[in-house]
């Protein structure tokens, strides 16, 4: 049952760093979070890590396995062979602050910036009307745990510091996009998308949606609705001379 | 001092909870300059683990709900020891605090009206949960989380305080913390402080909560000498997962139940039967066939027994597993397979599902889950008063799970986002208030100093033990001495283990530099662990009766002195020290709501 796992994890800060290797017990059922805590508590009790709910609901163990970007609370031991050697290191994406934990500024700057829900008035009653079906879309993008996996796979910013001013990244033109089919919301949000946020910077390569541990369909519910309505303000003058702020949109 | 940040607000809040960002967005907009301190990033807090839902009376699906059926379905949940004007103020409120969500782009479930929709839980009379999916916390993190970006309220992410820091008339000046990055010192100066860090459960074994769930806002607010309520009371949600055990205690939500699901031990038996109490017997089905009417017909037929309020569904789980009849880890079966179809649990239960398949390998479409108690939540907290959220230190406030009285003896579910954003929101505004009309000098160099140095102080000894061992000995000591089924000479020993552990946690050391260090931040979190077990530990021996979230083999049943008596902490140097006092006493005509039922 019990087993002593090959791992290797980049320890280190903004300055430099490197892999080491440990030996760590592992048991039946265990993720590679756990694995991570024991080694905390028996071999190297300030290796740095985010974590708190440890059940895939907070989105804060983010890092990459063996290269490929996960969610460490999701990943359980039993998916890999036990003679394996395990890599862990930060997001790549991110400048480092330590061993596991990355900068994630970029990303809060992004939400940030976007221009914030503004909601119709509501009913004479005092509450909001909407069905069940119109607020479906929407709730699909809320489901969003700001793992930022997605932000840290998109080959628009991986690799390119340089783009990151001008694209907010997968996580963030959802968000656009989930305003844009809010029901309430009042705003005409496709010109900033495209403009702003870098829509255009996106080749629908379908990376973010692959490593969403929510499941969530980006591309194809969020990111690719998001170009069509875009296209069709920039083509359809009528819209185009519509597009007031506070005015409910088509 | 050099080395250290520092910042003058009107208003900090400690924490980005559901309770700390409400707090917030309400100081704002009374006008305060206002910070968030919060220990991890912006959005993760423990809030985002609830998942049934809001409770909150707007008689969307059920017309004939209101406030005073929630106010009455409240105080019998906490078996009538709540403070009777906190559980009043929150029935009433808790309708409008749902609303404004939307208005800040909450997207509830909807009935078929268009109208938020409601679901029913435990303990509460009619379907009256703000809901959406099993989510709903995230969705109100997300929702505050958004509304603070949006209002420009500063937030201070990673930090973690360490001290409030008072004057010398003995008046709230600031706080006093680190930066988890680099380890560097901040001062917070400010005339208001609202503790909104929620609860206690790393000091237990089996806990459903994250590891910024310490008790430090206990802990703080004891050291600058405000008093804790009825620290005994520790709910043991019902339904944690059992197997396998690196995620044993993460929670499984009350909507299993709320949807239909069902609980059986190893015989197959529907055994929530046989543990009905007479004080709800009158509205609990008696046969399966009416319970299992109720799900469509809740108007001619009573709840079932899986519904009862979760200190009795705990007790009966914790009963049949010790009775030999358990499931194969150690657990009870909650069924929905047999009772649903799969795409009606998937619709309704998606993270549920998620979880399991992640976590378990166990497909709840196909098969039972196996569940047992976890510990949960306290009621317990910070002694406030009901209008204001105003501990008895001049600028102290507490919202959330760290205030205590909302609750009573045991909480029901659903009632806690609501507290958080009821009571949230008059923090925010009753610590507006206070600054409006307060300054406050700045802090002295030395008081300062004091501050670094008590921090810092595990970083200069040498050869001591490893503040994870601590915490493991604690977290046993606190799982088996002081859980769920309490007898005098187990708290005893678990008193006199914690004491060994305060004498060891002095000496401890720690290894590496002041960047992002958890075993530091393990070291500075261990004595208000020890602090707050202490107080459970003191106040649950001295409560000689069996009541809500508290349960003593060797005092079974409630007893009436008791049901009139709070039980009060306060520091006593490095210690705790208790004292009996009254219940505030409900005023006549809200005390006919129950001679009604
Ligand atoms: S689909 Fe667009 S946003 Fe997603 S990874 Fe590809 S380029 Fe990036
Ligand atoms: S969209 Fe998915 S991958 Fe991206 S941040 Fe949200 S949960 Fe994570
Ligand atoms: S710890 Fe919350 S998602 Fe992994």
Request: glycine share 10%.
């Amino acid at each position: 049952m019990a087993y002593e796992a090959s791992l290797r994890v980049w320890r280190g800060d903004d300055e430099g760093g490197g892999l080491e290797d440990f030996l760590v017990e592992v048991n039946e059922g265990e993720v590679v979070l756990d694995i991570i805590h024991r080694l905390q508590a028996t071999q190297a009790p300030d290796l740095a890590v985010r974590w708190n709910c440890k059940a895939g609901k907070c989105g804060s163990c983010s890092a990459e396995i063996n290269g490929r970007p996960r969610l460490m609370c999701l990943t359980r031991m039993g998916t890999f062979d036990e003679e394996e050697v395990i890599t862990i290191t930060p997001l790549r994406a991110f400048p480092v602050i330590r061993d596991l934990v990355t900068d994630v500024w970029f990303n809060y700057e992004k939400a940030q910036s976007i221009p914030p829900f503004t909601p119709r008035e509501r009913d004479e009653d005092g509450n909001h009307r909407m069905q069940q079906v119109d607020v479906e879309r929407s709730q699909e993008f809320r489901k969003c745990i700001e793992c930022f996996l997605c932000q840290d796979t998109c080959h628009v910013v991986r690799d390119h510091e340089e783009n990151k001013p001008s694209f907010a990244g997968p996580r963030f033109l959802m968000r656009i996009a989930e305003l844009d089919m809010h029901p309430l919301d009042t705003l005409d949000r496709r010109r900033a998308a495209q403009d702003d946020f870098g829509l255009g910077m996106c080749n629908i390569t379908k990376c973010c949606t692959e490593v969403c541990p929510e499941g969530i369909k980006i591309t194809d519910n969020a990111l690719i609705p998001m170009k069509e309505r875009v296209v069709d303000r920039k083509y359809v003058p009528k819209t185009w001379l519509g597009r007031t702020i506070g005015r409910r949109k088509d | 001092m050099t080395d250290l940040e520092r910042h003058a607000y009107d208003v900090v809040v400690i924490g980005a909870g559901g309770a700390g960002l409400r707090a917030a967005i309400e100081a704002h907009e009374q006008g305060a300059r206002t910070a968030v301190v919060c220990k991890s990033l912006l959005g993760k807090a423990h809030t985002v683990m609830a998942e049934g839902g809001i409770a909150a009376a707007m008689g969307n699906v059920y017309p004939e709900d209101g406030w005073k059926v929630h106010f009455r379905d409240t105080m019998r949940g906490g078996k009538m020891l709540n403070h009777w004007r906190m559980a009043q103020l929150h029935a009433q409120e808790a309708p409008d605090r749902v609303r404004e969500l939307e208005d800040w782009g909450a997207l509830f479930d909807r009935t078929p009206a268009g109208l938020i929709s409601q679901r029913d839980f435990g303990g509460h009379r009619y379907a009256r949960l703000a809901h959406v999916g099993d989510r709903t916390g995230l969705e109100l993190i997300r929702t505050l989380q958004q509304r603070t970006v949006a209002l420009g309220i500063d937030v201070y992410m990673e930090c973690t305080v360490t001290k409030v820091i008072k004057q010398q008339d003995g008046s709230i000046q600031g706080a006093f913390g680190y930066r988890r990055e680099n380890g560097r010192f901040v001062l917070w100066q400010a005339p208001s402080v609202v503790l909104a860090t929620g609860g206690i459960g790393k000091s237990y074994k089996v806990t459903s909560n994250s590891w910024e769930y310490t008790g430090d806002g206990h802990s703080l607010a004891l050291q600058a000498g405000a008093t804790l309520v009825n620290m005994e009371f520790v709910q043991f949600h019902p339904t944690g997962m059992v197997w396998p055990p690196s995620v044993r205690g993460i929670l499984v939500t009350e909507s299993v139940r709320g949807d239909g699901g069902i609980l059986k031990n190893s015989n197959g038996s529907r055994f929530m039967f046989d543990y009905i109490p007479d004080y709800f017997r009158k509205e609990t089905a008696e046969t399966e066939e009416e319970a299992d009417r109720w799900y469509t017909d809740k108007k001619n037929n009573r709840r079932p027994p899986e519904l009862l309020p979760r200190d009795e569904v705990a007790r009966a789980i914790n009963s049949e597993v010790k009775a030999g009849r358990g499931s194969p880890h150690g657990g009870v079966f909650l069924d929905i397979a047999s009772r649903h179809d799969a795409d009606y649990i998937r619709k309704r239960l998606p993270s549920m599902y998620h979880q399991f398949k992640e976590l378990a390998e166990v497909d709840i479409t196909k098969e039972p889950m196996e569940v047992g108690p976890t510990c949960h939540y306290v009621m317990g907290g910070v002694e406030v008063d009901p209008e204001t959220a105003a501990a008895k230190v001049p600028g102290l406030f507490a919202a959330g799970e760290v205030a205590g009285g909302m609750h009573g003896s045991n909480r029901l579910g659903g009632n806690s986002l609501s507290d958080l954003l009821v009571f949230g929101r008059r923090a925010g505004l009753a610590a507006a208030e206070r600054a409006r009309a307060t300054t406050v000098p700045n802090v002295a160099d030395a008081v300062l100093k004091e501050a670094a140095g008590e921090a810092l102080a595990p970083f200069e000894r040498d050869g001591g033990e490893n503040p994870y061992t601590l915490h493991a000995e604690l977290q046993t000591a606190m799982n088996d001495l002081v859980g769920i089924i309490r007898v005098a000479g187990e708290m005893t020993e678990a008193l006199e283990r914690i004491e060994a552990l305060k004498v060891r946690a002095k000496a401890l050391t720690v290894e590496g530099q002041r960047p992002y260090n958890p075993g530091w931040h393990l070291a500075l979190d261990l004595p208000h662990m020890l602090r707050v077990s202490e107080c459970i530990a003191k106040a649950a021996l001295e409560r000689e009766e069996s009541r809500g979230g508290h349960t003593r083999d060797d005092f079974p049943g409630p007893r009436e002195e008791w049901g009139a008596l709070n039980v009060i902490c306060s520091a006593d140097g490095e210690d705790v020290a208790l004292t009996r006092q009254p219940l505030p006493v409900m005023p006549p005509d809200l005390a006919e709501i129950f001679e009604e039922s």
